[in-house]
C-alpha cells in the first residue's frame, strides 16, 4: 500500500430512490432513508478515502460499525458520506464517518476496515463451503 496520510478523506453520495428506503429494505415500515443504506453509503466513503492508495490484490473489508442515523430522510433528497482517516495500525483503518441530506447531519460515528489480499480472501471464505 502506498503512504496515506492521516486526515485523508473519501466521499460518496446518492440520490434517495425507492430501492433506498426503510420499508423497501426490510429495516423497518416507513417510506425513509434506510439506516443500512446509511451505512452502506458510509462504508462506500471509507472504500473511496482508500482507493488510490491500493496497490495489486489489496483491498479492504469493513469490521466495525458503530454509528447513530439522528434524522430521516426523505426519498429523493441527496445524500452524501464523508469518511475522515483517523489512526492506521498495522493493516487497520479507522474512520470518522458522517451522512448528510440536504438539511443537514443525519447519521455519524466510527468505522474500521482491514488491509486484506483479494484472492487470499476470497479462498479462506469459499474454503468454508468445504
Do not use: Q, W
Amino acid at each position: 500500500m502506498k503512504n496515506i496520510d492521516i486526515d485523508s478523506i473519501g466521499t460518496a453520495e446518492l440520490k434517495v430512490s425507492e430501492n433506498d428506503l426503510a420499508v423497501n429494505v426490510g429495516s423497518g415500515s416507513l417510506p425513509v432513508f434506510a439506516t443500512p443504506t446509511m451505512i452502506m453509503l458510509m462504508e462506500k466513503a471509507a472504500c473511496n478515502c482508500l482507493a488510490d492508495f491500493l496497490e495489486g490484490d489489496e483491498t479492504s473489508v469493513g469490521t466495525e460499525m458503530n454509528v447513530k442515523h439522528v434524522s430521516a430522510t426523505p426519498c429523493g433528497m441527496n445524500v452524501t458520506a464523508e469518511a475522515v482517516l483517523t489512526e492506521i495500525n498495522g493493516r487497520e483503518f479507522n474512520f470518522r464517518v458522517k451522512a448528510s441530506d440536504e438539511a443537514g447531519v443525519i447519521g455519524e460515528g466510527l468505522h474500521k476496515r482491514f488491509l486484506v489480499y483479494g484472492e487470499k480472501f476470497t479462498a479462506k471464505t469459499n474454503a468454508k463451503l468445504k
